[in-house]
Structures are given as structure tokens and as C-alpha cells.
């Protein structure tokens, strides 16, 4: 993780719109989406469409928590895609104990000027016995919306309200990961879980050894179909496994890659859990 505060942001990009010719002929209707400083072209728009700076939406999201009257603990900044075009910056706002696992939860906030993502805001959180990031789905806390002229309207009131919703819901984090420290999948449904993330197979086998280190489930032994049915494992052990192998071992990854992979992980946290 990085410092407590961010003091000074990592050099930004300049964007800006610039207007796109065909055969000579201004296109009324697009613009281009451009790095100032060496003319790279993120993206061809349409004329609805609105960059929002990436450092308005790190200093929107710090106004919006202090607002709220709860304290950043520390700060991520994480960088994707060529020429810094997407934006992942998280805010950690306090520690909380479940079942006597050490846990930080907060805000993750993403942006972009290619159009890969959108504006959202997730729960975003990490295990401090081994700094297992978690990034929490649509299924538990996410809130998306398309970079258009209506998401700036009203001083960004469309963000804001994203913000504090997921600041909100982050206090059901805990009773649902209190049931999954509680609950247990079968060998079954975690190996078709595992399969079902589409990851390559070398990610896949450091998967499997990370749920053998954490729930001490071999799945190289060998075992028929009954038995497979019938062998349960932990699911916060089973969902630390894959925050493991997600975290420390994705760093040739993109971040986006990454991201995508850590919401599809937290799925695990409400599939059937037993409340």
C-alpha cells in the first residue's frame, strides 16, 4: 500500500478534445480524445460523450469521505491501459474485526478516457494478516455509470450519490463475511468456480496450490465424483485462496484484467451462503 495520504499525485495526464476530420471535412458529430503532452488519440467519441480528469475524480472522492466525517487511513493509486487511460484509486477508511480476522474496507473508484470502464465506485478492502486485496462485485457493492454530458450535471451529484452508497453498504460487509466464515462449498462447486474465472493455466495452478495452503484441500488427489460432491471447504478460506493468487501473482496482468477478476472473485462470498 502506499502512505497514509497521497501528498503529491503521480503526474497526471492532460486531456482534451480535439475536433476529427474525414477526407479533409470537420466531423460535427465526434471529437477525439487526446493526451495534450504527446498527442496520443484514446478514443473517437460521440458528442455526448465527457471525460472526467482522473485527478477530479481522486479529489472528488476525498471530498465526498470527509464529508461523510470518516478519515482516509491510506490511499492506492494504480494505473492501467496505455498512457495512463484508466484509473483505479482506492481509499481505505478503517480497520474492522470479524471473527478475529484483521480486515480494512473502503472505496474503490475507477475512471477512464478509452471507454474501457466507465465511472464506478466499489467496496474495496484487504486482509492485513496478508494484504489479500478484495474487490466487491455487483452482487455485493457496485455502482457504474457512462462518461456523458449527464454524469457532470449538477457538480457530479450522479458520483456523489455513488459514493456514499457504497460507503453505506459497507457495513454489511461484515455480517456477509461473517456468514462466509461460517459457510463451506463443496469441492465440486469450488473447482467449477475456479474454472469458471477463465484464467490461463499456470494462474489456475497457483490457485489450486493457494487452496491447499489456506483450507488444506488437495485438488491433485484423487478423488470420484461422490466424494468430491461431499468434501466442503471454508469459504472465506476458499475466497482468501483466490484474493491470494489474485493479488500476489497477476502482477504481468492489466490492472483492468485484475479488477474484473477480484469482482468476479467476491461472487464466492454470496453464492448460497447460509445466513
Known amino acids: 500500500m502506499s502512505l497514509r495520504w497521497v501528498e503529491s499525485l503521480p503526474e497526471m495526464p492532460v486531456v482534451e478534445f480535439r475536433d476529427v476530420y474525414v477526407d479533409g471535412k470537420k466531423q460535427d458529430r465526434f471529437r477525439a480524445v487526446v493526451n495534450a503532452r504527446t498527442g496520443y488519440i484514446y478514443d473517437i467519441v460521440s458528442d455526448r460523450y465527457e471525460f472526467v480528469p482522473h485527478e477530479k475524480v481522486i479529489e472528488f472522492t476525498r471530498k465526498i469521505i470527509e464529508d461523510t466525517g470518516l478519515e482516509i487511513l491510506d490511499e492506492e493509486i494504480i494505473f492501467g491501459g496505455k498512457e495512463k487511460a484508466r484509473l483505479f484509486y482506492a481509499a481505505i477508511l478503517k480497520d474492522t474485526?470479524?471473527?478475529?480476522?484483521p480486515l480494512r474496507f473502503g472505496v474503490m473508484v475507477t475512471n477512464s478516457y478509452d471507454r474501457s470502464i466507465g465511472f464506478s465506485a466499489s467496496g474495496y478492502?484487504?486482509?492485513?494478516?496478508?494484504?489479500?486485496?478484495?474487490?466487491?462485485?455487483r452482487e455485493i457493492l457496485k455502482l457504474w455509470?457512462?462518461?456523458?454530458k449527464a454524469l457532470v450535471v449538477n457538480d457530479f451529484k450522479k458520483l456523489e450519490d455513488m459514493i456514499k452508497t457504497v460507503i453505506k453498504g459497507l457495513s454489511e460487509l461484515k455480517d456477509l463475511i461473517s456468514a462466509a466464515m461460517r459457510d463451506a462449498?463443496?469441492?465440486?462447486?469450488?473447482?467449477e468456480f475456479i474454472e469458471s474465472l477463465g484464467v490461463s493455466k499456470k494462474l489456475k495452478e497457483k490457485i489450486v496450490r493457494k487452496v491447499k495452503l489456506y483450507t488444506g484441500f488437495d485438488f491433485g488427489e484423487k478423488?470420484?465424483?461422490?466424494?468430491?460432491?461431499?468434501a466442503m471447504i471454508n469459504r472465506w478460506k476458499a475466497y482468501n485462496a483466490l484474493t491470494d493468487a489474485l493479488t500476489h501473482d497477476t502482477k504481468h496482468m492489466d490492472a483492468l484484467t485484475v479488477y474484473n477478476l477480484q469482482k468476479k472473485a467476491s461472487t464466492l462470498l454470496v453464492t448460497e451462503v447460509e445466513r
Do not use: Q, W
Not at 474485526?97 to 480476522?101: I, T
Not at 478492502?125 to 462485485?137: D, I, K, Q, S, T
Not at 455509470?145 to 456523458?148: D, F, K, R, Y
Open 97 to 101: 474485526v470479524v471473527y478475529g480476522d
Open 145 to 148: 455509470a457512462p462518461h456523458t
Open 185 to 191: 462449498i463443496s469441492a465440486t462447486e469450488l473447482a
Open 125 to 137: 478492502g484487504f486482509r492485513l494478516e496478508c494484504m489479500n486485496a478484495m474487490v466487491f462485485g
Open 223 to 230: 478423488l470420484d465424483a461422490a466424494m468430491a460432491e461431499k
